[in-house]
């Protein structure tokens, strides 16, 4: 039995047996096969040969309609590669002679290739990178091919995975993965947050899970603790069985609140509302007793296609959530890509210090017909309920008034077209950085509202990337310098009768209940399976319990003092809270 420790971001714990994706950004471990299973290898690589063909041929066609034939011919030489019978002949002897997977093939006679190709002049050099683009081509299709069967599983397991992407996670068959553990991530990647919001217990962070787990090794992911245990002795897992009826029961406890308000246990009402990323996660929230949408990430509509949404596609999914919500508001976030969140064809080209680049307004700004087209959606979609929307990144403002003034000429396009559509929509502001934060009162001028996006506010005050696995330890909410601009920023609010609502995990996370109360704010909106306990609290707490707790943690002047006390304060005041 070996224990690993990682950093858990979803929570619960999960007893079942591995499968262990490799991916194309990741040394592929030498992995035998028996001898009967190579004629398999060999037709999986002839399959993903024949995939990837397909693909180059539709790439280049479109190449050459877009830039012209002879830029289009750089993808001749990828095509020359997959059709080269002296290199087929190296794959199938690697496999056949070294009894090995396909991918293990691919990637060591590419690679020695490559290392070939390196030795030439440069013009012929620069071929390299060619050879490294059809290795991941070649891989993503051997992979894929795997991940696919994902999806047809009929028992349950344990992903294991070097890295996956949010759209990826969110592909997972929720019904027989019941556990997750990847080698890379930080707490509040969008990977872990996905896992989070399908209720799928999560380790991430881990390192080299990938190398140490086999495909069929019983594991325990146990999203709580932020472990993963190889090979568990009977002891452990029995153990891990009491601890899953214990939480079983408590979350069985929680239902009863579903239909009650959240308000603190001396009258004091709380507006509790649910994340989504996708339609379909309405009903969850509603169900674990959500008031509404206080976070749609939208840019989901976006992530594992090569296309981008229609006008058409936004507003369907727009009113999907509106119709499952009825009256209830629904906060929709206009698209936040980049950083951890691209598209397909993004995903290619990878940039520098993505976190500090071309996300989120930043992205839409330079990508405008793409922002009016969501923009467009969301003002026809309004007429069917309670929306508002609000803007991600924003630092200063000039972008806020540019955002708003898009939102103007939208507005009129559509009153020009005769198109139904509301003209007055709430226009509010994710406030996720500390430039944002520090100029609340400038803000409070503009906008509507304000929702505080505790996940990039972390990283951008704390100068930590927030899903890197090297820096996760540094990743908290707790921080007294994080805790000062959220109070920040909630007093603003208090002073401009601007409504302030917390959508970033930190809502989510039981023990941050109390303190948030007391700091002032009335609007939580987080992970839907969150939901529940997060209730839970709010409704055994008074406001002056509140108000003390805040007071006393603003006094402390390191993070660890901040959580143990607020773990002490909580199970003090609601014992039956932070079941473990
Ligand atoms: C945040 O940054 O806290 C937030 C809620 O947005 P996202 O996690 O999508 O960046
Ligand atoms: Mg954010």
Redesign the pocket.
């Not at 990938?210 to 153990?239: K, M």
């Given at each position: 039995m070996k224990v690993k420790k990682g950093i858990g971001v979803s929570g619960g714990a999960a007893i079942a047996s591995a499968i262990v994706l490799d991916t194309e950004e990741f040394e592929i471990p030498e992995r035998h096969v028996p001898v009967d299973n190579t004629k398999a290898e060999l037709d999986r690589l002839k399959r993903a040969i024949g995939v990837s063909r397909k693909e180059i041929l539709d790439l280049r066609k479109r190449t050459a309609e877009k830039l012209g034939k002879e830029t289009a011919g750089i993808f001749d030489f990828h095509l020359g590669l997959l059709d080269d019978k002296q290199l087929f002949k190296q794959f199938s002897e690697t496999i056949l002679n070294g009894q090995v997977t396909a991918e293990y093939a691919v990637a060591n006679v590419l690679r020695g290739y490559a290392g070939d190709f390196r030795q030439m002049p440069e013009y012929l050099a620069e071929r390299v990178k060619d050879v490294y683009d059809v290795e991941k081509r070649l891989l993503r299709n051997l992979i894929g091919q795997r991940r696919q069967s994902l999806k047809h599983l009929t028992r349950n397991a344990a992903v294991i995975a070097h890295d996956m992407t949010p759209s990826q996670t969110a592909g997972l068959d929720r019904e027989h993965v019941v556990g997750l553990a990847i080698d890379a991530g930080g707490p509040?990647s969008?990977t872990a947050?996905v896992a989070k919001a399908m209720d799928i217990p999560a380790v991430v962070g881990l390192n080299d899970v990938t190398a140490e787990v086999s495909g069929g090794d019983r594991v325990i992911i146990d999203g709580s603790r932020g472990i993963v245990i190889i090979d568990p002795d009977e002891e452990t897992v029995e153990r891990y069985r009491q601890i899953a009826v214990r939480q079983s029961e408590f979350l069985h406890s929680l239902d009863a609140l579903r239909e009650l308000p959240a308000i603190t246990s001396d009258g004091h009402e709380v507006r509790l509302q649910g994340?989504i990323e996708f339609p379909y996660e309405v009903r969850t929230v509603l169900d674990k007793g959500g008031q509404g949408i206080g976070?749609y990430?939208t840019e989901f509509l976006f992530l594992g296609s090569d296309v981008e949404p229609t006008e058409d596609d936004h507003y369907k999914a727009y009113c999907d959530v509106l119709e499952e919500c009825g009256e209830r508001p629904v906060a929709i976030?206009t698209i936040?890509l980049g950083a951890d969140k691209f598209t397909q064809a993004r995903a290619r080209i990878p940039e520098r210090n993505p976190f500090l680049g071309l996300r989120s307004i930043r992205y839409c700004f330079q990508h405008l017909q793409m922002f009016k087209t969501q923009l467009r959606a969301i003002m026809r979609a309004a007429v069917r309920g309670n929306i508002s929307v609000m803007f991600?990144l924003i630092t200063n403002l000039l972008e806020m008034r540019q955002a708003k003034t898009i939102v103007r000429d939208v507005v009129e396009d559509l009153e020009e077209e005769g198109i139904e559509h509301r003209n007055d929509v709430p226009l509010g502001m994710?406030v996720?950085t500390p430039s944002a934060a520090l100029q609340c009162d400038g803000f409070a001028r503009e906008v509507d509202f304000f929702s505080?996006?505790?996940?990039?506010?972390v990283q951008y005050t704390l100068a930590v990337d927030r899903s890197n696995e090297q820096v996760a330890p540094m990743f908290t909410v707790a921080d007294p310098a994080v805790l000062r601009l959220i109070q920040e920023i909630i007093r603003a609010g208090q002073r401009h009768d601007v409504p302030v609502s917390l959508?970033?995990?930190m809502a989510g996370d039981p023990i941050y209940t109390i303190l948030l109360l007391g700091l002032g704010l009335r609007s939580f909106s987080c992970s839907p399976p969150a939901i529940p306990e997060i209730k839970k609290i709010i409704r055994s707490v008074t406001m002056e319990q509140a108000v003390k707790v805040a007071q006393r943690v603003l006094s402390f002047d390191s993070d660890k003092e901040v959580v143990n006390f607020l773990r002490t304060e909580t199970r003090r005041i609601v014992p039956e809270a932070l079941v473990e």
């Amino acid at each position: 039995m070996k224990v690993k420790k990682g950093i858990g971001v979803s929570g619960g714990a999960a007893i079942a047996s591995a499968i262990v994706l490799d991916t194309e950004e990741f040394e592929i471990p030498e992995r035998h096969v028996p001898v009967d299973n190579t004629k398999a290898e060999l037709d999986r690589l002839k399959r993903a040969i024949g995939v990837s063909r397909k693909e180059i041929l539709d790439l280049r066609k479109r190449t050459a309609e877009k830039l012209g034939k002879e830029t289009a011919g750089i993808f001749d030489f990828h095509l020359g590669l997959l059709d080269d019978k002296q290199l087929f002949k190296q794959f199938s002897e690697t496999i056949l002679n070294g009894q090995v997977t396909a991918e293990y093939a691919v990637a060591n006679v590419l690679r020695g290739y490559a290392g070939d190709f390196r030795q030439m002049p440069e013009y012929l050099a620069e071929r390299v990178k060619d050879v490294y683009d059809v290795e991941k081509r070649l891989l993503r299709n051997l992979i894929g091919q795997r991940r696919q069967s994902l999806k047809h599983l009929t028992r349950n397991a344990a992903v294991i995975a070097h890295d996956m992407t949010p759209s990826q996670t969110a592909g997972l068959d929720r019904e027989h993965v019941v556990g997750l553990a990847i080698d890379a991530g930080g707490p509040t990647s969008h990977t872990a947050i996905v896992a989070k919001a399908m209720d799928i217990p999560a380790v991430v962070g881990l390192n080299d899970v990938t190398a140490e787990v086999s495909g069929g090794d019983r594991v325990i992911i146990d999203g709580s603790r932020g472990i993963v245990i190889i090979d568990p002795d009977e002891e452990t897992v029995e153990r891990y069985r009491q601890i899953a009826v214990r939480q079983s029961e408590f979350l069985h406890s929680l239902d009863a609140l579903r239909e009650l308000p959240a308000i603190t246990s001396d009258g004091h009402e709380v507006r509790l509302q649910g994340n989504i990323e996708f339609p379909y996660e309405v009903r969850t929230v509603l169900d674990k007793g959500g008031q509404g949408i206080g976070l749609y990430r939208t840019e989901f509509l976006f992530l594992g296609s090569d296309v981008e949404p229609t006008e058409d596609d936004h507003y369907k999914a727009y009113c999907d959530v509106l119709e499952e919500c009825g009256e209830r508001p629904v906060a929709i976030r206009t698209i936040d890509l980049g950083a951890d969140k691209f598209t397909q064809a993004r995903a290619r080209i990878p940039e520098r210090n993505p976190f500090l680049g071309l996300r989120s307004i930043r992205y839409c700004f330079q990508h405008l017909q793409m922002f009016k087209t969501q923009l467009r959606a969301i003002m026809r979609a309004a007429v069917r309920g309670n929306i508002s929307v609000m803007f991600p990144l924003i630092t200063n403002l000039l972008e806020m008034r540019q955002a708003k003034t898009i939102v103007r000429d939208v507005v009129e396009d559509l009153e020009e077209e005769g198109i139904e559509h509301r003209n007055d929509v709430p226009l509010g502001m994710m406030v996720e950085t500390p430039s944002a934060a520090l100029q609340c009162d400038g803000f409070a001028r503009e906008v509507d509202f304000f929702s505080i996006g505790t996940n990039d506010l972390v990283q951008y005050t704390l100068a930590v990337d927030r899903s890197n696995e090297q820096v996760a330890p540094m990743f908290t909410v707790a921080d007294p310098a994080v805790l000062r601009l959220i109070q920040e920023i909630i007093r603003a609010g208090q002073r401009h009768d601007v409504p302030v609502s917390l959508c970033g995990e930190m809502a989510g996370d039981p023990i941050y209940t109390i303190l948030l109360l007391g700091l002032g704010l009335r609007s939580f909106s987080c992970s839907p399976p969150a939901i529940p306990e997060i209730k839970k609290i709010i409704r055994s707490v008074t406001m002056e319990q509140a108000v003390k707790v805040a007071q006393r943690v603003l006094s402390f002047d390191s993070d660890k003092e901040v959580v143990n006390f607020l773990r002490t304060e909580t199970r003090r005041i609601v014992p039956e809270a932070l079941v473990e």
